[in-house]
């Protein structure tokens, strides 16, 4: 799918763009405080003991089925860990539903960069590994909803990034090629679904990113705050 003739397009770090995928947690919002109590409450309701913000950090991105996963194998072996992955899962989600936005808060200049972004002209949604409910429900609480005509959950299709599919089936509901558009995002799950769909991606320096250092992520270019973006309006 090549990009069809017509008006320039916004260019950022020198690639023309037209629309934008904005990934959710470690990019627009700083979720950790909400995973922290949610998985607390978890652990507490299972018996078993408790979990840093750090070992959180390194587990965030991949989807609420990996988070919990991967915390319960702080406390079992992997056999008993598996085992108790359900219960564990919607345990988790009773939690989380609660805590959902409560204990988080916006990273500075996403408001801003949002809003920069669309005065240029960009199409924006919010692609996300986060379940479609919280994802929707976090955007409102936060004031950001109204900046996405898509709000892409983890639940939308049968694959999560980094899996390419809900880039590209993104992309279709924007009427938008991959690569005319961005993706925003903090990790290399975020990096890795836009390179095999052939989007652009630009990456915060802010974010989780399993705890490793976010420029050795290849990427057209990285921002400290997403209003700070080097945006060039058409």
Known sequence: MTAAPGPAAPLVAGVPVRAALVDLD?????????????????????????????????????????????VLRLHLPAQQADALQAQALRV?????????????????????????????????ACVTNKPGVHARELLERKGLLGFFSEVVGGDAFERKKPDPLPLLR?????????????????????????????????????????????????ALAYFDRLDQLPLQPA
């Open 26 to 70: 470690g990019t627009m919002v700083d979720t950790l405080g909400d995973f922290l109590v949610a998985l607390g409450g978890m652990l507490r309701e299972l018996g078993l003991g408790g979990v840093t913000p750090e070992q959180v950090a390194q587990r965030v991105g991949k989807g609420s089925e990996h988070l919990v996963a991967q």
């Open 92 to 124: 988790y989600q009773q939690h989380y539903t609660l805590a959902n936005g409560r204990h988080s808060e916006l990273f500075p200049g996403v408001v801003e960069g949002l809003r920069r972004l669309r005065d240029a002209g960009l199409a924006l």
């Open 170 to 218: 993104t992309c279709e509901r924007l009427g938008q090629p991959p690569e005319r558009t961005l993706m925003v995002g903090d990790s290399q799950n975020d990096a890795a679904a836009a390179a095999a769909a052939g989007c652009p991606a630009v990456l915060a320096t802010y974010g989780y990113n399993h705890g490793e250092p976010i420029r050795a992520t290849p």
